[in-house]
């Protein structure tokens, strides 16, 4: 199996879509091979209007290698929803969902979302910003 250098949030991807110039240039100096989540494209696809966005979309898909949404992903989600419920901080269901892909498959997750840095450290997510 091949090592994945980084997973991209959905965030980051809004923002690269968008052409941010933080998104951009973060892209530009990417070490391949990069992953997302399958939850990602869930968000990016739910209300895509136009079929040149659908594109960008499908190219991404096409470039990235896509982490699965399997019975271990939604496990990790669970257990990572349940702490944060302990303690009062909830996240997004899909943000966990995504986080758990990342830790699942060993990789340092892109973000500019705050919610991943209240995942407690011992579920080991590593979150870069650009």
Do not use: W
């Not at 290698?65 to 702490?83: E, F, K, N, S």
């Amino acid at each position: 199996m091949v090592r994945m250098a980084v997973c991209l949030d959905t965030t980051f991807l809004v923002d690269l879509l968008a052409g941010d110039p933080a998104a951009t240039a973060f892209s530009e100096n990417l070490a391949e091979p990069v992953a997302v989540s399958a939850v990602s494209f869930y968000e990016l696809l739910f209300g895509v209007k136009g079929s040149r966005r659908l594109a960008r979309i499908e190219a991404i898909a096409q470039d990235y290698t896509v982490l699965p949404l399997d019975y271990d992903v939604c496990a990790m989600a669970a257990a990572i929803q349940g702490r944060l419920a302990d303690e009062g901080k909830l996240i997004p269901v899909l943000d966990a969902m995504i986080a758990a892909s990342a830790i699942l498959a060993d990789v340092p997750i892109v973000t500019s979302d705050e919610h991943f840095s209240r995942i407690p450290h011992d579920f080991g997510l590593a979150v870069r910003t650009y």
